[in-house]
């Protein structure tokens, strides 16, 4: 009589697990995230999870590695919100400048101003050049380090500046507006003497800068040089009185060459060439 030999039990009996990656993050973990105000871990996590394996890093290591992401975090989304309050435009930083060969401009002075020395001292910035060279682009990246260093930063275009300036006036909240931008850690006052100031908008450039000399700094970016500003004004003793405390001491960062439309001209063209070429 021959003897049936029954197969050997399945070291794993049931049906065969799943072979695609577990979410290390949990309906319940992610709920206490939620529930703590933390839910951008669960980014993070995985990767983190890893690391941590991979290093054998302790419970200690492990904890402060996920809070110094989430103190990142929350530093970048609250650097993001006050560059917006500040009006500066996210995509001009200092990693976005294009450093094109045809710019002349002193490279060591824009290292150091990148630094912020200069808003220590409540030392001002003069930013000069043509149209479209990238004067703007270098105000708003040293505004955007102004931000992560936790200052506070107002840009704004000259002529809306002075319109506000106006409609304060009007309602009587002069006073209190000067003041809130003399109390300003760095302003950046954009497109200044592009057009003529009149009488109002001279008298409120003298203010502004008297108030701010030697306390705060602020970069002023024109494209006409300061000797030029005298004949944009109405009052020609206010205004030399503020163009001599406004330069007096300041940094001249001057941009020569192209402008960046003219530079973003040139590259098409020359891609339209070699795009017949082929």
């Known amino acids: 009589m021959s003897t049936i030999t029954k197969p050997a039990p399945s070291p794993h009996p049931g049906p065969h697990p799943s072979t695609g990656p577990i979410d290390p993050v949990g309906t319940d973990l992610s709920s206490i995230l939620r529930a703590l105000k933390l839910s951008g871990l669960k980014d993070t996590l ?151 100031l009149d009488a109002t908008q001279t008298n409120d450039f003298y203010e502004l800068v008297v108030e701010r000399h030697r306390k705060m700094s602020t970069i002023w970016v024109s494209n006409r040089e300061p000797s030029e500003w005298l004949a944009m004004t109405t009052d020609a003793l206010l205004a030399q009185s503020a163009i001599d405390r406004l330069t007096s001491g300041a940094h001249h960062l001057i941009i020569e060459g192209p402008s960046h439309r003219q530079r973003q001209r040139v590259i098409l063209d020359e891609t339209s060439e070699a795009q017949h070429a082929h």
């Not at 319109?163 to 850690?185: F, I, Q, S």
């Open 46 to 196: 995985p990767e983190r999870l890893a690391l941590a394996r991979q290093q054998k890093l302790g419970h200690a290591a492990f904890l402060q590695l996920l809070l110094s992401d989430e103190v990142a975090r929350r530093e970048s989304r609250s650097a993001m919100l006050r560059a917006a309050k500040a009006g500066l435009d996210p995509s001009m930083r200092i990693q976005t400048w294009d450093e094109h060969p045809d710019l002349n401009y002193d490279r060591t002075l824009w290292s150091d101003l990148t630094s912020l020395r200069f808003t220590e001292a409540g030392t001002g910035v003069l930013i000069l050049g043509p149209v479209g060279a990238g004067k703007t682009h270098l105000a708003t990246a040293l505004g955007h380090a102004a931000i992560r260093r936790r200052m506070s930063v107002v840009f704004a275009r000259a002529d809306k500046l002075f319109t506000r300036l106006r409609a304060a006036r009007l309602d009587h909240t002069l006073e209190a507006e000067v003041r809130r931008l003399a109390a300003v850690d760095l302003l950046i006052v954009d497109d200044f003497a592009l057009r003529a």
